[in-house]
């Protein structure tokens, strides 16, 4: 198993294109506001130097791959507070269903769709096989059916 998978060391690991094309078909994402500009995923975007939790994503379409180390508690608590505006956020995170910030701002205020199988993350545009995780997609606001087993 590759040990980089395992690291925080980096915390700009990508979401797969085909992928995010997916979700976006669906969703139509404006802002990615957690990126660096080598992994964007939307026009708009915010990096560590715009600062994405201190930004106000009001009428956005949004879509969140954050660092997965203790950063993700904040990335998940604005998500909870920008949708309580109306703004519409999907979240690709780990299935993390034991942790006070699933419980405090996911469950019971977003839809949850369980990813079949494991992603394939990119670190500087490289492949670094599956993830050692089981991954799902948390979409505050939204519409739309579950459709668990996305992918």
């Not at 590759?2 to 995010?20: R, Y």
Request: hydrophobic fraction near 35%; aromatic fraction near 14%; glycine fraction near 6%.
């Amino acid at each position: 198993m590759n040990k980089v998978l395992f690291s925080s060391v980096h915390t700009t690991w990508e979401t797969p294109q085909d992928f995010f094309d997916t979700l976006n078909k669906e969703f139509n994402f404006t802002l990615d506001p957690c990126c660096v500009p080598e992994t964007a995923k939307c026009e708009k975007y915010y990096t560590p130097k715009e600062n994405g939790l201190i930004q106000d994503w009001s009428g956005e379409r949004v879509f969140v791959n954050p660092p997965y180390g203790r950063e993700i508690v904040t990335w998940v608590k604005k998500a909870h507070e920008e949708a309580q505006k109306g703004t519409l956020i999907v979240m690709l995170l780990p299935v993390r269903t034991s942790t006070r910030w699933f419980h405090n701002w996911i469950y019971g205020y977003a839809k949850i769709r369980l990813i079949r199988g494991r992603l394939n993350f990119l670190l500087n545009k490289e492949d670094k096989g599956n993830a050692p995780f089981p991954s799902m997609l948390v979409i505050f606001n939204s519409t739309s059916t579950c459709h668990c087993g996305l992918q």
